[in-house]
C-alpha cells in the first residue's frame, strides 16, 4: 500500500466528471495542480486550484506547447519514494512529489476522424499529456495514473477503503491501460503521417484498437476472444446499434461483417438487396422490386444454408420483410434502419440480435485488412475493386444480351465476398448456385450445380434455375474443364479476369458450346 494521495495534477482535454471527481480528491485534503482550460473549469466550481506554471514558477508559453514539460513536474512523478538518493535530490531542487495525474490527451483521433486539415492535426498531437502519463506509470508503484474518466469512480473507492490511498493491484492496472492509451495514440499519429507521406509500407507499422467487448469465447469454446474497434467511419457492426437480442458471438461478428461488406456493394437508390450469409460465404443473394421480393430470391438460392445465418439489408427493415425473415431461425439482422412495424415484428424474437448502422459500407473507400502470421502479419489494401460494364472485354463470338450483362456484372460482384476458389451463378438479379473455397475450381462450379439443383428440388421446380444464368469466377479458369462443368450446369454467359496460359483454348472452348464470355482483367481472389 503506498501512502495516501497528496496532491494531484489534473490537465483534461473531455472535462466531462471532472468537477465531481476533483470535488471528492479536495474532500480527502488532496492539493490541486492545474493547467489552461481544466484550471479555469475546477475554479469556476469553487475549488481552491493552484496553476502549473505558479507550481514551476515557469510560464505557460508558445500557445501552450510548454507548460508540463519541467523537471518540478517530471521529478515529482518519477521519483522513486523510498530511493534516499532521489528524496535528497527532491530537497536539493525543491521538487514535491505528485500522487494522482489524471489526463486524457488532445483530441487527435477525433481531428482526424473529422477530416480537419493538416495544421489541425498537428496542433492537436498532444505531447506534455503522454510525457506525463508515460513517467506517472513508470512509476506506479507510488503513483496513480488516470486517462479515461470511466476510471474516476474506481480511484474514489479505492481511496475511500483505503484511507486516501489507492491499492498497488489498482495501480499496476491503471499503468497498464495508460501505456496502451499512448500507443494506441501514437499508433494513430504514425498511421496518418503514413499518408501524409503518401508510404503503404512504413518501416514499422502499428494498429490500436478500443475494446467494445470480451467475448464468450471465440471460433470455438476453447479460445479466449475480444471485440476491439479502431474508430474507422465506415458505417458496420462496429458501429452498428443493436436494438435486441443476445451479445453477439466471435462468429456473428465476423459473419455479420461479411454480409455487410457484400450488401453494401449495391446502391439502395437502385433498388433494394439482401444477402445471407453463413461462416462468412453468401449462400443468397439477390436484387428486387422491394426488400421482400429480394429477400425471397436470396433466400431461394439455398434456403437450407440459410438457416441460422446473418442477413444484410442495403435499405431500412420494413414490416413485412420482417414477418418473411422472421419464418426461419436467423442469428442476425443487420440494417441501416427499420421503422417501428418492423422493430415490433422482430421484438417477438427474443434472440434475433438486430442491428442499425445509419448507412452502408462505402465498397470503394480506402482501408487496409490485416491478418496475423507466424511471427508476423500482412497487411493489404482492401479489395476495393469495381468493374464496370465498360471494363468489360468480349473475348468470345458471340456478344452477352444485356440481360446476361447485368447478371455477369452481378454475379462478378458477388464473387468478390465468396472464399476462393468461387464460383456463382446468377440470374434475374439473383444468386441461383454458389460454389465457395475450394481447392479445384471445377469442383466450385461443380457444388455450385449440385446446390442449385437442390434448391430446384425445395422449390418444386422441373430444371434447376442455373439454365440460362451467368456465370462468374473469381480468377481465371485454368482449364476448360470448370467452364464445361458451367455449361452442363445451363449457364449461357461466363465473366472472369482472364489472365491464363490457355485462354485461347478456354475462349475456344465456350465458342464451341455457345457461350458468350467477358473478361475484367481484375481478379478477386479471397481467404
Not at 431461394?300 to 413485412?320: H, M, Q, R, Y
Amino acid at each position: 500500500m503506498s501512502e495516501p494521495i497528496k496532491r494531484a495534477l489534473l490537465s483534461v482535454s473531455d472535462k466531462s466528471g471532472l468537477v465531481p471527481f476533483a470535488q471528492v480528491l479536495a474532500k480527502h485534503g488532496v492539493e490541486l495542480l492545474s493547467t489552461g482550460g481544466t484550471a479555469r473549469a475546477l475554479k469556476e466550481a469553487g475549488l481552491e486550484v493552484i496553476d502549473v506554471s505558479d507550481y514551476t514558477g515557469f510560464p505557460e508559453m508558445m500557445d501552450g506547447r510548454v507548460k508540463t514539460l519541467h523537471p518540478k513536474v517530471h521529478g515529482g512523478l518519477l521519483a522513486v519514494r523510498n530511493n534516499a538518493d532521489h528524496l535528497e535530490a527532491m530537497k536539493t531542487h525543491d521538487i514535491g512529489p505528485i500522487d494522482l495525474v489524471v489526463v486524457n490527451l488532445y483530441p487527435f483521433e477525433e481531428t482526424v476522424a473529422k477530416g480537419g486539415d493538416y495544421d489541425s492535426c498537428i496542433e492537436n498531437i498532444d505531447i506534455g499529456g503522454p510525457a506525463m502519463i508515460r513517467s506517472a506509470a513508470k512509476n506506479h508503484a507510488f503513483v496513480t495514473i488516470v486517462v479515461d474518466v470511466e476510471d474516476y469512480d474506481r480511484v474514489l473507492s479505492d481511496m475511500e477503503a483505503h484511507n486516501g490511498a489507492t491499492a498497488m493491484d489498482t495501480r499496476k492496472n491503471l499503468a497498464a491501460k495508460a501505456y496502451a492509451r499512448t500507443g494506441a495514440y501514437d499508433a494513430a499519429i504514425s498511421s496518418w503521417f503514413a499518408e501524409q507521406v503518401d508510404t503503404f509500407a512504413p518501416e514499422r507499422r502499428a494498429f490500436a484498437g478500443t475494446l467494445r467487448q470480451t467475448l464468450r469465447y471465440g471460433e470455438n469454446p476453447h479460445q479466449q476472444a475480444a471485440f476491439y474497434v479502431t474508430g474507422d467511419a465506415r458505417p458496420g457492426v462496429a458501429s452498428a446499434r443493436q436494438l435486441q437480442g443476445k451479445e453477439l458471438s466471435y462468429n456473428n461478428i465476423n459473419d455479420t461483417d461479411a454480409a455487410f461488406e457484400l450488401v453494401g456493394e449495391f446502391d439502395p437508390a437502385q433498388g433494394p438487396a439482401v444477402a445471407i450469409i453463413k461462416h462468412a460465404n453468401p449462400c443468397g443473394v439477390a436484387r428486387g422490386v422491394t426488400l421482400t421480393e429480394a429477400y425471397k430470391k436470396a433466400l431461394a438460392c439455398d434456403s437450407v444454408s440459410a438457416f441460422g445465418g446473418i442477413i444484410a439489408l442495403n435499405s431500412s427493415l420494413d414490416e413485412t420483410t420482417a414477418q418473411e425473415i422472421a419464418k426461419i431461425f436467423t442469428e442476425v439482422i443487420i440494417a441501416p434502419d427499420a421503422d417501428e412495424a418492423a422493430q415490433a415484428v422482430i421484438a417477438q424474437k427474443k434472440n434475433l440480435r438486430l442491428l442499425l448502422t445509419g448507412g452502408l459500407p462505402d465498397p470503394v473507400a480506402e482501408g487496409l485488412t490485416v491478418r496475423t502470421v507466424a511471427g508476423g502479419y500482412l497487411v493489404q489494401n482492401r479489395d476495393a475493386g469495381k468493374i464496370g460494364r465498360d471494363d468489360l472485354k468480349v473475348v468470345t463470338k458471340r456478344t452477352p444480351t444485356e440481360q446476361e450483362f447485368e447478371d455477369l456484372l452481378f454475379a462478378f460482384t458477388i464473387a468478390k465476398h465468396v472464399k476462393s476458389n468461387t464460383i456463382v451463378y446468377a440470374k434475374d438479379g439473383a444468386t441461383v448456385g454458389i460454389g465457395a473455397g475450394q481447392m479445384s475450381r471445377i469442383d466450385s462450379a461443380r457444388i455450385a450445380a449440385c446446390k442449385a439443383q437442390d434448391a430446384a428440388e425445395t422449390l418444386g421446380l422441373a430444371a434447376p434455375l442455373t439454365i440460362g444464368s451467368a456465370v462468374a469466377s473469381d480468377a481465371f479458369f485454368p482449364f476448360a474443364d470448370g467452364l464445361l462443368a458451367a455449361a452442363e450446369a445451363g449457364a449461357t454467359s461466363v465473366i472472369q479476369p482472364g489472365g491464363s496460359i490457355r485462354d485461347d483454348e478456354v475462349i475456344a472452348t465456350a465458342d464451341e458450346v455457345g457461350l458468350a464470355m467477358v473478361f475484367t482483367g481484375m481478379r478477386h481472389f479471397k481467404h
